[in-house]
Nanobody
Framework: VQLVESGGGSVQAGGSLRLPCATS????????MTWVRQAPGKEREGVAR????????YYADSVKGRFTISRDYAQNAMYLQMNNLKPEDTAVYYC???????WGQGTQVTVS
């Protein structure tokens, strides 16, 4: 089982980034998936979640209206589109399979 995030980087406030998460080693369509972020000195925060089947989504209040989570079953991939980024969005972003607690290595997002 492997989760690999990419797409992080440094952007100015108001900018956008799209984070892909490539998955392998399991039946992607059978699991809910989550994006979690960890900022220095702060607790981990689950920012977005997408269910299987219907694809129902959940967003933390801090990102609602700015971030969009999606999944591509054909590509076994999940995405986080982040718009109108703010300095407080600076963190390492992790792709997580909730069941079994499988985490990717993370990708750094820095907003200045």
């Amino acid at each position: 089982v492997q989760l690999v995030e990419s797409g992080g980087g440094s952007v100015q406030a108001g900018g956008s980034l799209r984070l892909p998460c490539a998955t392998s080693g399991f039946t992607f369509g059978s699991y809910a998936m989550t994006w979690v972020r960890q900022a220095p000195g702060k607790e981990r925060e689950g920012v977005a979640r997408i269910a299987t089947g219907s694809g129902n989504t959940y967003y933390a209040d801090s990102v609602k209206g700015r971030f969009t989570i999606s999944r591509d079953y054909a590509q076994n991939a999940m995405y986080l589109q982040m718009n109108n980024l703010k300095p407080e969005d600076t963190a390492v972003y992790y792709c997580v399979r909730e069941s079994g607690g499988i985490w990717g290595q993370g990708t750094q997002v820095t907003v200045s």
